[in-house]
Each structure stands twice: as structure tokens, then as C-alpha cells.
């Protein structure tokens, strides 16, 4: 386990790189998200402290916007674009394929083995290859279910 | 500073004199996804073997090749785009395969190769001025995307960049720059069609020390690209638009606020804003002029409300993005409690044009309320996807049939009766069907059919979509979006969700329908904000033209278009030979029997993808 210092360290130059600044609370969460991976609470606590603003409003920031995670995520991270353009060439049934075979139920997100996370995105901007998949920040487009599924298969060897 | 752009322009030409060919590879979102990056890498390395003589992004020393990357081209399904000049030649899905063969051919010598060019019908076509897709277009903001680099500030200049920033800062007084504005009609791209002059002479006129200018960025309709495209094909166009915004007004600082999701343009624009303030066009006396003004990228946390001026103000202080009742609007009171003016960043990337060219010629293409062109992002079921750009006053039909290409059933045959509705306007918007095909697009004529031009995302639909199931879709977007300040948004959204869940799963009465009317036109009247003012449009839209459609989920408990899956069921009859095709292709394992009999579906375990159906040879799966 790391020690305080260890972990706290990262978030300190964080804070220190933004002056402290309370309206730079979301550039600092973004920030503190790419070097956690996520937004752990000891962690949001201690930004509230630093600024000197509440942890609800820190919470209140942190839960509002999608891109925040208070929940560590998976090793790989699959993103399936849900945009209109997408939804009319049936990602949904691409959503589906990939819970099944994830074995995720709808309230679940990641695997249980910490491997795969599986979200969904509103739109990517990739209408013109629609249906898309983001795997690990690589855009596959004209998905279909069997496809997909084939992306996870190769991961899994 | 002042800088001379004259001798950036003599200097970039000077460079450039000769390169006697460009090869430009597009490297938008889009053909990125489908592999030009790849494509771009090939032709660096092979180039070098074959013994062309190329260049890569111009360095000192001069070639007779250049290869450079564009923004998006607007052509995204027949990415990746190559482009040779000054021929004119552009090949479509080119793959690191072809590239060898681009350079002997097409590169070395003149030789077209014809496998790689769009084919319309049976006619090669050779460039941009041969493709309906293009040639139907007027494009005047996308003119520079997919041409200039846009990460190389020098050649935005080469090509009259900032002249118009300079005149506004140095020739022109702040009534007159939002004078020119107001006659040239311009109405903000984001969506209300505000007429942008107006907006800012109110916060002209407003007396502070401090103002700020705003680009919103932050776009996020599903369906829409348009001003993805801008800031990743012409960043520093959106930043000349902000400085002369910045001096009509009297602001000295500003922000450029990017959706998230968008992370090549926000690259692309910190870059940009980086390169215009090491060559001294943001900062202190920018041109010599006593106008000073500073500039900030800031990156969203996933927020579709923050597209909402007084959300996206509330995002940048740090807040959540929630909405703020009007008045007073962000003209009066807006960042930090400044007077602030807040404009669309296709908005912007028209300013320049009006300042350089004159609102009279502006005034040229479109219609006497609405001004200019337009860009749409076209997706959906139409052969030609991506990104087009009309004068206001084209018709719907022109747009979908001649520049689209039309729509295709699932076997890929076009034909006019394929086309059900097309969803104009995003979650905001409202569907149009065949009989609004001859209305022309602009901000008033949707209005009174109950659509809106929004940001332009047009999702067409073929008959193979259910118009229920359209409806659910908007209503989960808008649900989870909305913020949560006004009651009627939050739940209301909420049960007219649930109540269209229930419709396409079969639980629905009579009364459904009606109640789900009347919660909608109340959702409308009592939210604060745009989101909640037009979550209802695309239920009262789809009523309104298909209510057939509902009527079949509501009492037949059938689905007309074979969407609505709760109302599905794949079977497979007797025509089946037993091949086990369905059986491997199926991604859940559903199905199953012994080679040369009959196969079985086991239903509960059944998706409904519908993969089994589109993979057998012999149409023995049918869909009830």
C-alpha cells in the first residue's frame, strides 16, 4: 500500500499547477482523473480541503459531469456510440451482444475480473461510420454485433 | 505586436514555390477511425524507397512532393480521402496497400487509377468537381477544411488569414463592426438563430471594465459534427472570429470551450492557440492596435446541457453546468457576472468572411431572414454520409436525394419510397416526412412545421425505423441530460420515458398515448432552459405524422418497422437446410441443431440482433 505521502503527492502538484484556483475546480478533476484513473473519495476530500470549498461541492461537481468516475474502471475500456446516427443503424443490438457476452447486467458496467468496462457514449462525432466502438481510444466503425464481439475475443488471448 | 502578414504570406509562398505536387491525406475524425494515419505513415516510408522526392509538413530544406494532412473533408463514409494537386484527384477508402501504387502512378506520372475513385452510378469520378456530393454543395466555411494544415498557422495566413482581424482591429470601430454584422443578417449557428449583430452591440453597449467573449464548442447533439469538423479542418478561422468578436465588443480576454469527446479538436485547438500567440495575433496590441486580447482552451467533463450559454458559463467558473433563469441574459451579466458575448463556433467561422468580403455579398446566398450558409451534418440511412454545406432556401429533397445520394433499403437499392422521415434539429428537433420534402431549410420555414434547424444534424430514416422507437430514443438522451433544476424536466422526461418504453414493449393502453400528449406540451411550458423547452418535440413530432405507427405498438401490440424487439420473435422455417451458418454467426450462442436438419432458435436466450437472419443464404429465418 502506498503511503499518504505517495498517494497525495500527485494531487498536490496538480493543485499546485492551477494556483489553487477554485474555478479551475473541473480542469484540477480532470487532471486528478487522468493521474488516478479514477476520482477516489480520500482524494476529493482532500481537493475541497485544499481549495477551501465543501466536499459536497466537490462531490456535487464530480458526480455531475460523465466524463468523472468515482468508481475505478476496467483494464479496457469500450465505448459504444449511441448517437442518433448510430442508434438507427442498431448499435443497440451491438450493446446488447457485448453485456451477454461480458456478463453484465444493466446496472453493471465493468467485469468482475477488473478487465473490461462497457459504456455508452451520447455521439463520438463518427456519424459517418456509424455504428461505432471506441476500444481503448481506437474508433472502429461499421460495427456490428459479431464484430464487436470479435474485438473482445482477440483482447481475451 | 504588429505583425506583417503580407511578408508571412511572401515567406510561406516563397517556401512552397517548388513543390510541383501535395498530397493531402485526411486525417478527420472520421478517416482516422477507418485508418488514414496508416495510409499517411505508408506513403512517408515507401515514398522514400521508390525514390520520390517528398517532403513531409515543410521543413527547411525544398521539395518537389509534399505531403500534408487536412482537416475532415465532409466525405467521412468513403474515408480515408487522398487528395493529389494540383490535379485534383481524390481517391476514396485508400488503404495502405494502394499507396505504392498511388505514388507510381498518380504521383510519379499522371495516371489515373480509376479502382480507387468515387464511382457515381457507373461514372468515374476523378475529383471533387465530378461528385454530385460535392458539386451540389456551395461550400464557403468548408472551403479551407480539408486543404490548408490546420496545424500550421502559416499557410491559415497564406491564405488571407487574419487580414480580417487585422482590419477590424486597426480600420474599424467597434459600432461599425457590429454594424456590418447586423446588416449581413447573420444568425448564430448554435441552434435559436439569435441575429448574432445584435447580440453583440447589446453587450457593446453595456458599460464595464470587463467583458469576456465566448466560443461554444461544446457540441453535443448526437448527429452533429459540423463544428467538430471547423475546429479540427480551420482552428485559427474560429480564433479570428473571437478577436474580432473581441473588439466590437470591448472584451480582453476569452474561452474556447471544447466538448470532451472531442479530443483531436481540442488538441488541435490548443495548438492553435498556442501558435497565434507565439506569432503575436493573441496578446498585448495585437497588429499595432491598442486592442489587447487573450485567449483560453477549456475542455468539458461530458455535459450535454452545458451547450446552454448559462450552463456553459457556470461549467467554466467550476460549477455545475446547470442552467440560470433569463434575464439577465450573458450580454449583461455572463462570466463571472461581466457582460460576456457567447457565440456558436460555426457562428464564428463565418465573421471573418462577412468582415473580409462585406455583408452585401454575405447577404448573396440564402434567404431574406436567413442569411449565409449552412452546414449539416447528413447521417443515418442515405448512401452519402457526412458533412455538407448549402445556402439557406435549399430544399429537404435536394439535400437528402441529390447531394446524399438518396436512401437505400437493406439491400442496398435506392428508390424514393425508402425514405420515411429524416429528424432535423437533434433531441430538440422534430421528425419531417415525405410531404415536407419540397420546404426549403431555413430558420423560420422548419419553425412552422414543428422542426428546427438546431446545429443541423439530419438523421434520415428509412422504413426500417420505427418512428416509436426514435421518440424513446431522444427521450432517454434528454432524460439523462437533463439536469435536474426544474421538476417537470427531471420527472417529466422520466414518465415520458417510461410511458415509451411501454409502448414499445407492448404494456400500453389508449390512454398512454393521450397522456403522454399532455405531459409533453407541460414538460414544455415549465422548463427554464432549451433542453427541457424542446425534450417534448421529437414525441410531439413522431404523433403528429406517424401516430399510425403508435397506434399499431398501442393496440396490435406490432412494431410496423421490425424495430421494437419486446415485439419480435425470429423463427426459422422449414426452408432451412441445416448449413449451421446462423448457429456460428450468432454472437450468443442461440441457436443450435445437427448439420442437415432443421435449426432451432432457443428464445429466451435470443437478443433479437437479428445477425442470424441477414446471415443466411437461403432467407429461411424470418422475422414476426
Given amino acids: ?157 | 505586436m504588429d505583425i506583417d502578414l503580407e511578408t508571412i504570406t511572401r515567406e510561406f509562398a516563397n517556401s512552397r514555390k517548388d513543390i510541383k505536387k501535395r498530397i493531402i491525406v485526411c486525417a478527420g475524425t472520421g478517416c482516422v477511425a477507418n485508418g488514414s494515419l496508416d495510409v499517411f505513415e505508408t506513403l512517408t516510408s515507401i515514398s522514400k524507397q521508390i525514390g520520390v522526392d517528398i517532403h513531409i509538413e515543410l521543413k527547411e530544406e525544398i521539395k518537389d512532393t509534399l505531403i500534408s494532412k487536412s482537416g475532415c473533408q465532409g466525405f467521412c463514409q468513403h474515408g480515408p480521402l487522398l487528395n493529389i494537386l494540383p490535379q485534383g484527384i481524390l481517391y476514396t477508402k485508400v488503404k495502405a496497400s494502394d499507396v505504392k501504387e498511388i505514388l507510381e502512378k498518380s504521383v510519379l506520372q499522371d495516371e489515373i487509377i480509376e479502382r480507387l475513385c468515387y464511382h457515381d452510378k457507373d461514372k468515374v469520378c476523378k475529383g471533387q468537381e465530378d461528385i454530385p456530393f460535392y458539386t451540389k454543395q456551395n461550400r464557403i466555411i468548408l472551403k479551407q477544411c480539408g486543404v490548408v494544415d490546420p496545424e500550421d498557422i502559416r499557410e491559415y495566413i497564406a491564405n488571407n488569414g487574419y487580414k480580417a482581424a487585422k482590419k477590424a482591429c486597426i480600420d474599424m470601430t467597434e459600432k461599425e463592426i457590429c454594424d456590418e454584422l447586423i446588416k449581413s443578417g447573420l444568425r448564430g449557428r448554435g441552434g435559436a438563430g439569435f441575429p448574432t449583430g445584435k447580440k453583440w452591440d447589446f453587450t457593446r453597449v453595456q458599460n464595464s471594465a470587463k467583458k469576456y467573449v465566448i466560443c461554444n464548442g461544446d457540441e453535443g447533439d448526437p448527429g452533429a459534427f459540423m463544428d467538430r469538423s471547423v475546429m479540427e479542418g480551420n482552428p485559427h478561422s474560429i480564433i479570428e472570429g473571437l478577436i474580432i468578436t473581441s473588439k466590437a465588443i470591448g472584451a480582453d480576454e476569452g474561452y474556447i470551450y471544447v466538448r470532451t469527446e472531442y479530443s483531436l479538436a481540442v488538441s488541435r485547438m490548443q495548438k492553435a492557440v498556442k501558435d497565434a500567440r507565439d506569432i503575436g495575433i493573441l496578446g498585448k496590441n495585437i497588429f499595432g492596435s491598442d486592442h489587447s486580447f487573450i485567449l483560453h482552451v477549456m475542455e468539458g467533463a461530458g455535459a450535454f446541457v452545458c451547450g446552454e450559454e448559462t450552463a456553459l458559463i457556470a461549467s467554466i467558473e467550476g460549477k455545475r453546468g446547470m442552467p440560470s433563469p433569463k434575464p439577465p441574459i450573458p450580454s449583461q451579466s455572463g462570466l463571472w457576472g461581466n457582460p460576456t458575448a457567447i457565440n456558436n463556433v460555426e457562428t464564428l467561422a463565418n465573421v471573418p468572411i462577412i468582415i473580409n468580403y462585406g455583408a452585401d455579398n454575405f447577404k448573396k446566398n440564402g434567404t431574406q431572414n436567413s442569411a449565409g450558409t449552412k452546414i449539416f451534418a447528413i447521417t443515418g440511412n442515405v448512401l452519402n454520409t457526412g458533412l455538407i454545406e448549402v445556402p439557406f432556401g435549399t430544399t429537404l429533397k435536394h439535400v437528402i436525394f441529390d447531394i446524399a445520394g438518396g436512401v437505400p433499403d437493406e439491400d442496398g437499392n435506392l428508390s424514393e419510397d425508402n425514405f420515411k422521415a429524416v429528424q432535423i434539429g437533434g433531441p430538440s428537433g422534430g421528425c419531417l416526412t415525405k410531404e415536407h420534402l419540397d420546404i426549403v431549410l431555413d430558420f423560420d420555414s422548419l419553425k412552422t412545421v414543428g422542426a428546427m434547424v438546431g446545429s443541423g444534424g439530419f438523421v434520415v430514416m428509412s422504413k426500417h425505423n420505427c418512428m416509436v422507437n426514435v421518440a424513446k430514443f431522444f427521450m432517454q438522451f434528454t432524460q439523462s441530460e437533463s439536469c435536474g433544476k426544474c421538476v417537470l424536466c427531471r420527472e417529466g422526461t422520466l414518465q415520458m420515458l417510461l410511458m415509451l418504453t411501454d409502448i414499445t414493449e407492448g404494456r400500453a393502453t389508449v390512454n398512454t398515448l393521450s397522456l403522454l400528449e399532455e405531459l409533453a406540451r407541460a414538460v414544455a411550458i415549465g422548463s427554464l432552459c432549451g433542453l427541457g423547452k424542446t425534450a417534448s418535440n421529437p414525441v410531439l413530432s413522431t404523433l403528429r405524422y406517424f401516430k399510425e405507427e403508435y397506434d399499431a405498438h398501442v393496440k396490435d401490440k406490432k412494431c410496423p418497422a421490425g424495430e421494437c424487439v419486446k415485439l419480435l420473435n425470429y423463427q426459422i422455417t422449414d426452408k432451412c437446410i441445416g448449413c449451421g451458418l446462423c448457429a456460428t454467426k450468432c454472437p450468443v450462442r442461440a441457436i443450435s441443431g445437427k448439420l442437415k436438419e432443421r435449426y432451432k432458435i432457443d428464445v429466451p436466450k435470443c437478443i433479437k440482433c437479428g445477425v442470424c437472419k441477414d446471415s443466411c443464404k437461403f432467407d429461411a429465418i424470418v422475422r414476426s
Fill in chain 1, 1 to 157: 500500500m502506498k503511503s499518504n505521502y505517495e498517494k497525495f503527492k500527485s494531487v498536490c502538484s496538480i493543485l499546485e499547477k492551477y494556483s489553487f484556483d477554485k474555478s479551475k475546480l473541473i480542469p484540477i478533476l480532470q487532471a486528478t482523473q487522468e493521474e488516478y484513473k479514477y476520482l477516489p473519495q480520500e482524494v476529493l476530500t482532500f481537493i475541497s480541503s485544499a481549495l477551501n470549498i465543501s466536499p459536497a461541492n466537490v462531490y456535487g461537481v464530480a458526480t455531475f459531469y460523465s466524463h468523472f468516475s468515482l468508481i475505478p474502471k476496467g483494464k479496457h475500456i469500450i465505448r459504444v456510440c449511441d448517437g442518433t446516427a448510430c442508434h438507427v443503424k442498431k448499435s443497440e443490438s451491438i450493446i446488447e451482444a457485448l453485456r451477454k457476452k461480458l456478463n453484465l447486467n444493466n446496472s453493471q458496467t465493468t467485469t468482475k475480473d477488473m478487465l473490461f468496462t462497457l459504456e455508452t457514449v451520447s455521439c463520438l462525432g463518427t456519424c459517418g461510420l456509424s455504428p461505432a466502438v471506441v476500444l481503448d481510444g481506437k474508433v472502429y466503425g461499421q460495427m456490428t454485433p459479431s464484430k464487436a464481439i470479435a474485438l473482445i475475443d482477440q483482447i481475451k488471448e
